[in-house]
């Protein structure tokens, strides 16, 4: 797993990851009545194509059968998760370890100069103190004009959390990447097989230009886009690939049993990261090529950094 994807707090225990959860109460999902409802059904899911990376267990394409289930359009905006917060009081992991990791052209300069630690193999990820989701690119940041935009700085742990409070849970890879395909069979996108439309049109938000120096921002953004931006797949789900990793339930493995049941699959019954789906802002051809439904990364469950958010699935 490329560390461009979510970089990686130091690695915990299943042990410690139980203790650290934090409790929160149910409440009425605050757009509930924005959930979609999917049938359920076959499709295959994985891929072998060669454009894939077969070292993150992108393959092999596999027959899978899920239930029906209710699925967010939006992965959780940053104003659903101001909700969260002064409902319940809820403190993430990345104000209880006190940093995380911002991108490094997210970095005002006043805020660089305070800067410690770089991410080893990959310094364009910095430890920033004091930022988490209220203050993504650290002190002085704000959300203010960004309440439409994915929720980062977001663990899997902090996404139970929000998950229990509103009644819901996180998906399931197969359920993910079920919902991300929108009805199409073994297409590398939610729309098709071509990055931007006939019109060349962009589809989603990744980087553009010469990673990790020079963002042209031809879609607009360099950073995370409001969660309805562009369109919806044909299950009517919004920005499945790029703008923000998705946190899924599964502990992550690159090896798939074939022997098991291929029915509402759960992925692996332990480990040391979760999946995460979907590629972000940050995905580039040249380096990290995970903006496509079959692409899948993994991270430890107190991870969080600048470009990794989730959305919600509820049972039918």
């Not at 002064?86 to 992991?93: A, L, Q, V």
Request: proline share 7%.
């Amino acid at each position: 797993m490329k560390p461009c994807c979510g970089p990686q707090r130091e690695t915990v225990t299943a042990e410690t990851i139980s203790s650290h959860e934090k409790p929160a109460h149910t409440k009425q999902p605050p757009n509930q009545e924005r959930l979609i409802h999917l049938s359920g059904g076959h499709f295959l899911m994985g891929t072998e194509s060669t454009i894939s990376h077969p070292e993150d267990g992108e393959g092999p394409i596999r027959e899978v059968t899920v239930s029906p289930f209710f699925i967010d359009p939006y992965t959780v905006t940053n104003h659903d998760f101001q909700k969260f917060v002064d409902d319940t009081g809820y403190i993430t992991d990345a104000e209880q370890y006190g940093w995380s990791f911002v991108f490094h052209l997210l970095v005002s300069n006043t805020v660089k100069e305070n800067v410690q630690q770089v991410v080893q193999q990959t310094p364009w990820w910095y430890v920033v103190e004091g930022a988490y989701w209220k203050a993504p690119e650290g002190p002085a940041s704000v959300i203010k004009h960004r309440m439409d935009h994915p929720v980062v700085h977001v663990s899997w742990n902090d996404a139970q959390a929000y998950c229990k409070w509103v009644g819901m849970r996180l998906p399931t890879e197969a359920e993910w990447e079920y919902a991300a395909r929108g009805g199409l069979e073994q297409k590398i996108f939610p729309w098709g097989d071509d990055l931007k439309d006939r019109n060349q049109q962009d589809q989603c938000n990744i980087w553009q230009g010469k990673f990790p120096v020079y963002n042209t921002k031809e879609d607009g953004f360099l950073s995370t886009a409001p969660v309805d931006t562009y369109d919806a797949n044909g299950y009517g789900l919004y920005n499945t690939v790029g703008n923000v990793w998705e946190w899924c339930a599964d502990w992550f493995s690159p090896h798939h049993d074939r022997s098991r049941v291929q029915t509402n699959p759960q992925g692996p019954v332990n480990g040391i990261a979760k999946v995460m789906k979907g590629g972000s802002y940050l995905c580039h051809d040249s380096y990290c090529n995970r903006y496509r439904v079959a692409a899948r990364t993994g991270n430890t469950p107190d991870s969080s950094s600048g470009n990794v958010g989730f959305r919600c699935v509820q049972d039918v």
